[in-house]
């Protein structure tokens, strides 16, 4: 065992991982951050997604050792400083952009670090950049409108799924 310190939704955190231990494991059992979700074993789901240093990363490549002294941002950091969600979150609820809302929490992390570096991405560059992200009832139309709204774009022409 050995341990580890990060930058956690601003706050510090540490705890004791073994080598094997995951970053995704790491917030989900040693600092209860289960918003962070598990959907698969082989890298595909995109469920894990956190922000490492303001980039996109799927939590459950990458070692909880590789983040030491890493600001990492959860999807329970995501909110406005008021508990209100942000813009992204807010679109994804005005658009109906998630159904079990498994997949959301991935969603939203990769939404808010493509508008990061991409303030007004097409529909085809939001498609592409989902590609890590797989939603198992299937969503993506609306998913992609919530996307869009959030970069304020105006979605009212395009129907709902
Ligand atoms: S749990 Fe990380 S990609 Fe599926
Ligand atoms: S909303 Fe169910 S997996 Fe995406």
């Given at each position: 065992?050995?341990?580890?310190?990060?930058?956690?939704?601003?706050?510090?955190?540490?705890?004791?991982?073994e080598g094997?231990?995951?970053?995704?494991?790491?917030l989900r059992e040693n600092l209860h951050l289960t918003g962070t979700h598990v959907g698969c074993d082989t890298s595909q789901c995109g469920a894990c997604?956190?922000?490492?240093?303001?980039?996109?990363?799927?939590?459950?490549t990458m070692?909880?050792?590789?983040a030491e002294g890493a600001e990492?941002?959860?999807?329970?950091?995501?909110?406005?400083?008021?508990?209100?969600?942000?813009t992204v979150q807010q679109a994804f609820q005005d658009h109906h952009g998630l159904q079990c809302g498994f997949c959301t929490p991935g969603m939203v992390m990769s939404a808010s670090a493509l508008l990061a570096e991409n303030?007004?991405?097409?529909?085809?560059?939001?498609?592409?950049?989902?590609?890590?992200?797989?939603?198992?009832?299937?969503?993506?139309?609306?998913i992609v409108k919530a996307i869009m709204a959030a970069a304020g774009q105006d979605v009212s022409k395009i129907a709902a799924e």
């Open positions: 065992m050995a341990q580890v310190s990060m930058t956690v939704n601003g706050k510090a955190a540490s705890g004791d991982v094997r231990t995951l970053l995704v494991q790491f997604v956190v922000h490492v240093n303001g980039q996109a990363v799927k939590a459950c070692l909880a050792a590789e990492i941002r959860t999807i329970e950091g995501m909110a406005n400083a008021d508990g209100s969600l942000n303030p007004n991405p097409t529909e085809a560059e939001i498609r592409a950049y989902l590609e890590g992200n797989i939603c198992r009832c299937t969503g993506y139309h609306n």
